[in-house]
């Protein structure tokens, strides 16, 4: 080596030189047997991504995040806040099955479901890959440095980047303000919503942000899901994995004497979307993406030597220890996820068709009436949960002696909307007892549904007419 040469910059992590700079992973694509699977599913999971706001179920958005009025539809059902404990258990339910989906096969939702490695692979590479002459050019326009940065090529993919991750944030954008509505915002001025705008053009740059500049960092500093993979795996979970038995000592060369049947050809590395060596073991960036498990199989297809040097299999098995299908999570996470189901499913289905909440009215407790008569406003707020526009009438049970004061009864609230009824009760004074009567708001829609809320009114204190008497006995 001549002694003006520069000496080679080695590297610390896979994306990491020991220099400090950034080193990034260009992956040879390996379109082996996991890889066409992969492929299926990275395209139909798009596919449903941008179908879904398109879709409509019992005349409702099949997914609508309706963030400004607290409102989530889901498979045409609406959950308004008040739904906490269905929420509850619905996110509980998707947790555990995250954690039981680790347990049995690893990293598979980061590997084959993940919208970061679906799009990265299947949509952002490939074209990054088709402009700039795969993966020998990319590395070239690399060393260029800024110049490479400004190469034609690239800025031509950068340009069909931008493009891409606008119609993405605004597929995002749809999921939460309805494609109706959408679609009148792409036709109007931005001024004319700016904070929608701005919410999409934010989006679109951490879109581009991410599939341009943080991509594999994103799933290796970003997720912490790689580092739950400590807790949440064990070692009989089924993982991508290097047979060290079979592999090692590895070596080079036609004279395999003595040797495994690793080649050490390094095809598991550059193939690898993360940058790690897979032979290295278990690591946290590895996302089970069986990219090297495909490069691999090629290769010993090669060579003559039988597929499945790299694998699906567990740390166990690996070691020559018989598998165990029955092990405590494999019990426990289902057991929990059929009670998450179970209780979701069980409160959905006994929900009520209208939530009815009685609220006490602005201003004093009470008035005292010219004519004697106590007076309580009340607000009764309804939510129509049906898919029907409906008509409520209120009524008020527990006693004869009320009458009942309100504008607006019966009152027509629309499907998935909430209206207040503002109302009057008056009673009169003989009807309270030490400050208070309890009463029954009753509701009904005059379609089978009646709602039963029981409602405390306040009043002035009334002694019993035998008091009175004694004190003014007393006083005289």
């Not at 590479?125 to 690399?142: A, H, V």
């Not at 060290?244 to 040797?259: I, T, V």
């Not at 690591?283 to 699906?312: F, N, S, W």
């Not at 379609?447 to 039963?452: L, S």
Request: hydrophobic share 40%; glycine share 8%; aromatic share 10%.
């Amino acid at each position: 080596m001549s002694r003006n040469a520069p000496a080679a910059v080695g590297r610390v992590l896979p994306t990491l030189n020991e220099d400090g700079s950034r080193r990034w992973i260009r992956p040879k694509p390996s379109p082996g047997t996991f890889w066409h699977r992969r492929r299926v599913v990275a395209y139909a999971l798009m596919f449903v991504f941008f179908i879904i706001p398109y879709l409509r179920m019992h005349g409702k958005p099949l997914v609508l995040l309706d963030l400004p009025r607290r409102q989530f539809t889901l498979f045409g059902t609406t959950f308004l806040p008040t739904d906490t404990l269905l929420l509850m258990f619905l996110l509980a339910s998707i947790v555990i099955t995250v954690f039981l989906l680790t347990a049995l096969a690893g990293r598979v939702w980061c590997g084959w479901g993940c919208p970061q490695t679906v799009y990265m692979e299947f949509l952002y590479r490939p074209i990054e890959r088709l402009f700039e002459g795969g993966r020998s050019g990319s590395l070239q326009m690399d060393k260029e440095h800024a110049h490479g940065q400004m190469h034609p090529r690239r800025l031509a993919k950068y340009a069909v980047y931008v493009v891409l991750s606008l119609f993405l944030a605004h597929t995002f954008l749809a999921y939460f303000v309805g494609i109706d509505r959408l679609v009148q915002w792409v036709q109007q001025s931005p001024l004319e919503h700016p904070t929608s705008f701005a919410v999409m053009a934010v989006t679109t740059f951490g879109i581009m942000a991410d599939f341009t500049w943080f991509r594999e960092q994103t799933c290796a500093v970003a997720c912490p899901y790689g580092r739950w993979q400590s807790v949440l795996l064990d070692r009989q979970s089924l993982i991508v994995a290097y047979d060290a038995k079979r592999g090692e000592p590895r070596g080079k060369g036609k004279d395999r004497s003595g040797l495994g049947d690793c080649i050490d050809c390094g095809a598991c590395v550059i193939t690898c979307p993360t940058g790690i060596d897979i032979r290295d073991g278990l690591q946290m960036e590895c996302i089970h993406c069986t990219q090297c498990a495909d490069a691999c199989d090629e290769i010993m297809e090669r060579v003559g030597k039988p597929r499945g040097l790299v694998r699906y299999s567990s740390q166990a098995t690996l070691e020559g220890e018989k598998p165990r299908r029955l092990r405590p999570r494999v019990v426990l996470y289902p057991t929990a996820l059929a009670i998450m189901l179970g209780g979701f499913f069980f409160t959905l289905g006994t929900k009520p068709p209208a939530d009815i909440t009685v609220l006490r009215g602005l201003g004093e407790p009470y008035v005292v009436e010219p004519d004697g008569r106590i007076a309580n406003q009340l607000r009764v707020k309804i939510t129509n949960r049906s898919n029907a526009d409906h008509v409520y009438h209120v009524s008020i049970d527990g006693t004869d002696a009320a009458s009942l004061i309100a504008p607006d009864n019966p009152m027509s609230v629309a499907a998935g909307q909430t209206a207040v009824m503002a109302l009057f009760v008056m009673l009169p004074q003989s009807a309270f007892a030490a400050g208070g009567r309890d009463i029954t708001v009753r509701v009904a829609d005059g379609a089978g549904f009646t709602g039963v809320v029981p409602y405390h009114l306040v009043g002035p204190e009334i002694q019993p007419e035998t008091s009175r008497n004694g004190a003014e006995d007393d006083h005289r």
